[in-house]
């Protein structure tokens, strides 16, 4: 039972570039998250999918798409990497969209020069 | 606007030494009270749910609990160990979570 894993760890990209952040989740969960986070910033929501086949805009949606491939895949695509995107990035998964428990994967850092 | 402020930014404990982190909290209609933990370089690791006020909850050298207005995270004696960032999130109906900024935690032996 690996819970929520994330694909690559690190990726370093130059300025226009695109790229697919992958996320997989084990625990038959419902919904998804993605997150960023930048220092002093905190966890900031930037997509989320509350069941398959559906997706909603959280606080900091410009510059990113997602796709929910199925129930235990969710992944993020940068079509045009932005200096303003480097940061960690976090995805989530959680039973549901309600005040449920929410667990997170181990993060990637992405760096766009 | 839902908002979560976390304090003190920071704290230098030593070991032994008790204390609390605060999580005040503005939202339309508090569904649920979240602490996790967050060691350098990994994600964040649930800790606790809190759903009314009133509700205390612990674990090991942790209690955290609720009242109306905001939440506090209690360490006594703590170790080394317990050196982390502590995040507060709220979930204010049927959006998802919003995050503090987190407390960083240092336990100096």
């Known amino acids: 039972n690996a819970g929520v894993t994330q694909t690559p760890k690190f990726q370093v990209l130059k300025t226009g570039q695109s790229m697919t952040l992958q996320c997989a989740q084990d625990m038959n969960h419902n919904s998804m998250y993605w997150y960023r986070q930048d220092p002093g910033m905190g966890l900031r929501l930037i997509y989320y999918s509350a069941s398959e086949g559906t997706t909603d805009k959280g606080e900091v949606p410009n510059g990113y798409n997602v796709s929910r491939l199925n129930k235990r895949e969710f992944s993020l695509r940068l079509e045009s990497a932005a200096p303003s995107q480097t940061s960690v990035y976090f995805c989530a998964s959680s039973a549901g969209i309600g005040p449920n428990e929410q667990f997170f994967g181990p993060g990637t850092r992405l760096t766009v020069l | 606007e839902d908002q979560v402020t976390q304090s003190p930014e920071a704290l230098r404990l030593q070991e032994g030494e008790s204390s609390s982190l605060n999580c005040s909290y503005t939202v339309s209609g508090l569904r649920g009270l979240f602490w996790y933990r967050q060691d350098p370089g990994k994600g964040p690791e649930f800790l606790f749910t809190?759903?009314?006020a009133g509700e205390e909850k612990e674990k090991e050298r942790l209690k955290a609990t609720l009242t109306k207005k905001e939440s506090f995270l209690h360490i006594t004696a703590p170790k080394p160990e317990d050196s982390a960032t502590y995040l507060c999130?709220?979930?204010?109906?049927?959006?998802?979570?919003?995050f503090g900024k987190g407390t960083r935690l240092s336990v100096i032996a």
């Open positions: 809190l759903y009314s």
């Open positions: 999130a709220v979930h204010p109906g049927n959006t998802p979570l919003v």
